[in-house]
């Protein structure tokens, strides 16, 4: 994981507070990455989101990769009261979510304006560090062209071809269209940035409101009705004008039985969408997430047995580059799959691929420091092997006090749990791609947690699942946290080498 954010130069004043969206059960990875990629305080969680204060910028913002969505937080409290009152009286409350405390949307609005100056700040100056200025290009054309002319003149004089100083002019000037169209390019950016900048004035803000409701107050108003009934009130107290299609401003509301929350989205894509990832195999914040728990270092060997589209290892390479990686399937598509991956993500050189066995792979023993992988959920390809053959053979390759991460299935965790001999048939990454959602694997109780109070809940959880999961072989578990993957739960389960085979 990246280390803590240094340039300072390029951060709000004071900390802003923000909160991400997560999928179930990747709470805890989250608050472990704001801690460590943001230096991150007073974290805190109510089921599906993480809320933390920094002082990071936007680059480091957006370097997130266990989180959905990034918004920065306007206002959080306890959810309406919306029993035993009138349509009317809930309607008030709506409306009062932006008509009680003006300053702290204000102070939100403030805050963003910031963010985004200070990240057109950074483009510029990186814009002017890659880019001399226009004098000193025109004086270098001007060298390069005496240059090119001199060498067309020698070769005139040896072979008498007239022609070659024609297209040297020509050359020279495309090259300057080049130079033209690339600073047309770059101008037309920094007007953008700066458009988007000088559009935050109070007064000339455009937004939309994106609502999402849940609980006894779905029962009564629809997202589109609280949308506008915030909208309204916006236009009301700060004077904004909507705008459907393409506003300056986003608004996010969720109202649920358990909090009212209100932010302004940081980024319009989902941190959650990978720019480097072709084709998407499983979710992309599972993925990092496994590749965390691994705690790979600089130089080790690590395996992905069974890789189906590659996107353990496409997330584990973006994070920890200095690294072999070597990823196996059985499957000439997923192979295929996993080839485009990697070219499209400029990582074909830094990940070897192989069409062997899980149960039969080429590796001395003992030549492993770490195995990840998502054990297929036999919805597709059916290798016909059960999970304890599979584990031997990993436990074989892994070296003593390498660490093995597995995404398993509640029947997987079942049959390992209870030390059963399976026959579950098997497939490849690409069958379970759903987007997480609302699965409790915490116990919040409603309420929102401190810090402390949520990593011992976390280790408590994770504690209760190693419990009732016996050593297999040389091999012990370490943590097990249970996930969603939209459809299904699944459970990202840690085990580590302590002895040879054997012993």
Known sequence: MAAVPTDSGSRPAAGARFFCTAGRGLEPFL?????????????EYISGKVFFTTCSDLNMLKKLKSAERLFLLIKKQFPLNVSSVSKGKILSEIQRLINDDPESWLNAI??????LELDAKKDKLFQRAANPPKRKVEENEIINAKKLKTKQLQVLQESGECSLEKQTEEETQEQGDFLTEREKSQEAFQNDVVKVADAKNQKNLTFRVSCRCSGAIAKTFTAQEVGRITGIALMKQFGWKADLRNPNLEIFIHLNDIYSVVGIPVFRIPLASRAYIKTAGLRSTIAWALASLAEIQAGAFVLDPMCGLGTILLEAAKEWPDVYYVGADVS?????GAYDNLKAAGLKNKIELLQVSVIDLPLPSESVDVIISDIPFGKKFKLGEDIKSILQEMERVLHVGGAIVLLLSEEHHRRLKDGEQSSIPLSSEGSHTGEPSIKKCLKPGGKT?????????FEASSQECLDKTPPFGSLVPVECHKVSLGRTDAFICKYRKLHSLGL
Do not use: F
Not at 31 to 43: G, I, P, Y
Not at 110 to 115: A, C, D, E, F
Not at 332 to 336: E, G, K, M, V
């Open 332 to 336: 000439d598509s997923q192979l295929l």
């Open 31 to 43: 608050m472990r990455e704001v801690r460590a990629r943001l230096a991150a305080t007073q974290v």
């Open 449 to 457: 947690g401190t810090s402390e109070t949520v990593s011992s809940s």
């Open 110 to 115: 403030s805050t963003w304006k910031n963010l």
